[in-house]
């Protein structure tokens, strides 16, 4: 035998016996999650093609490998959670583990400037610093209590807008004074300034265009110097969206620092970021950065919240009796007092309004998938691997609607938040649902985004009767955007109650 012939021979059994000891051993000990056949760079296109239909194949796939399981979608594997134990045993139990972002792509790079917002830094001192910031600066109670007065000008704006359309007898769409009632808030939260209705549609628009088409740019993240060539227009959409974005946004951000010196009355979101020390690189957020953090700001606390809006509203015209008991409850509440407004300091006097609401969140979460986590650093988990460069997501909406936790769950049915009237939304101790997410990354604004739906719902319900129009239906069925949608936006007819 020529000795070249029996030196690569030897070479090849090593390798082989090398692959077959390899592969044993990371069955037992280190093997990522079951998961479909995995043809590299096939299936990382496919199922990025397919992200709109994810939900529907994953149902079946976690069935077939059980309730935690790996696909490779783009560029990384992404893990998927389903079972609520074992959500629980990831976000709460081992938190500092899971608690971090992917690294940020191509396209997320220009999105993010870099990961420089809350909800895709990296698990570290910068994330901490922003998130601290918005929490201890926007969200804590009295912060919180200062806009009531705003809330209270956004709720007669609504009301008016629908009173108009009540009197014309058609019926109305409704998702866009949601969406743009809560624009008016978050603008006015973000900037610390009434804006006129033009300058207001115009932030809807720059912020709503990036939020639509985000998805679209995730193809530009595989082998970006490729794709930027091969997908020239859709490279050059995403940075015209970009810049339209600080088009607008930067003259508000401006405004407001010549005005910081003079300004009396509330803080603005923007205030609290001007003099921000990143602690990392010992320097301020430079203007590209405060661009994303309140753009990050209005598209977390409007889309969120008016889909949840609409979905609740949905149920109230498809269910009357929940409608009328959510009414009788209020007229209780304020007694003799004829007024069309139901207050804030009235809310928690309305337990069945409140279970309205949870019940809304549980059955038709606006978010079916939390943020994308990862962990810190390769983790064994429930005896597999987690690397450290995989993505971990979690099956909200299925959470929510666990048979086993939930009877009927499919059915609307906020009678059974009554029974538990403390119910522990962040799901610190056991997670029966998740609908902000759970953990140290659990949405930060959770109690007022409830207090914006009890508020909104509430008034909403005392001022008119919401009726299914003549001949028409309310379709539950769902559309994914950037949340899970109404796939046919609801239409009403109101008739004024007072
Ligand atoms: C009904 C309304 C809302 C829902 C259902 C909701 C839901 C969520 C969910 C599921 C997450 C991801 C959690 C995770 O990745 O584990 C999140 C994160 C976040 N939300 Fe909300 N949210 C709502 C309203 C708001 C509002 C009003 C704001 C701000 C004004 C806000 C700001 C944020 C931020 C900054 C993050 C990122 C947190 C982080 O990465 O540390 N959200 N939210």
């Known amino acids: 035998m020529e000795p070249w012939f029996f030196l690569l021979l030897s070479l090849s059994v090593c390798v082989l016996i090398r692959r077959i ?67 629980h045993q990831a976000l709460v139990q081992n938190g500092s583990l899971f608690s971090d972002r992917p690294k940020a792509l191509a396209a997320a790079k220009i999105i993010t400037s870099d990961q420089h917002n809350i909800s895709s830094a990296f698990y570290g001192a910068t994330w901490r610093t922003l998130r601290r910031n918005l929490t201890s600066e926007m969200l804590h109670h009295s912060r919180v209590k200062s806009f009531s007065g705003i809330r209270n000008w956004v709720l007669h704006t609504l009301l008016t807008h629908l009173k108009s359309h009540s009197q014309s007898n058609n019926s ?25 209705d033009g300058k207001v549609r115009d932030i809807e628009r720059v912020q709503r265009q990036m939020l639509l088409r985000v998805t679209s740019f995730n193809i530009l993240n595989i082998w970006p110097r490729v794709t930027r060539v091969l997908f020239r227009n859709l490279w050059e959409e995403l940075l015209r969206i970009r810049k339209e974005r600080e088009d607008v946004l930067i003259p508000l951000i401006r405004a407001r620092k010549q005005n910081q010196a003079t300004e009396e009355g509330v803080v603005s979101y923007v205030d609290t970021l001007l003099d921000l020390q990143l602690p990392e690189e010992k320097r301020n957020l430079n203007q590209e950065e405060v661009v994303t953090l309140c753009s990050e700001f209005l598209n977390a606390g409007t889309d969120t919240t008016s889909t949840a809006l609409q979905w609740i509203m949905a149920n109230l015209v498809k269910y009357p009796h929940v409608q009328e008991r959510v009414v009788d409850e209020i007229r209780e509440v304020l007694g003799e007092r004829e007024e069309r407004e139901v207050k804030e300091e009235d809310l928690p006097k309305l337990p069945y309004l409140k279970a309205v609401i949870l019940e809304g969140l549980r059955r038709h979460p606006p978010g079916h998938f939390v943020l994308p986590h990862a962990v810190t650093e390769d983790a064994i988990f429930n005896d597999y691997l987690i690397p450290k460069n995989a993505t971990v997501n979690f099956m909200v909406a299925e959470m929510g609607w666990d048979s086993k936790v939930w009877e009927d769950p499919m059915a609307f049915k906020p009678e059974r938040f009554m029974k538990d009237e403390g119910f522990d939304i962040t799901g610190s101790k056991e997670i029966k649902m998740m609908p902000f997410g759970a953990g140290r990354r659990i949405c930060p604004a959770y ?10 719902v509430a008034n909403l319900v005392w001022n008119f009767e919401w009726k299914v129009p003549v001949g028409g239906d309310v379709d539950l069925s769902e559309r994914q955007e950037f949340t899970v949608v109404m796939k046919n936006a609801l239409q009403v007819h109101l008739s004024p109650r007072i």
């Open 21 to 87: 000891f390899f592969s044993l051993h990371t069955k037992t000990t280190t093997a990522t999650p079951p998961g479909p056949l995995h043809i590299p760079i096939i299936s990382n296109i496919l199922w990025l093609t397919k992200s709109f239909q994810i939900e529907s194949i994953l149902r079946t796939l976690h069935d077939k490998y059980g309730p935690i399981l790996t696909l490779h979608i783009g560029t990384s594997p992404v893990v998927f959670i389903r079972d609520r134990y074992l959500a």
């Open 447 to 456: 109690n007022l985004a409830l207090l914006h739906l009890e508020y909104f």
């Open 172 to 196: 109305v769409r409704v998702i866009d004074h949601f969406q743009y009632a809560m624009f008016c808030l978050l603008v006015f939260m973000c900037f610390g300034e009434l804006l006129d």
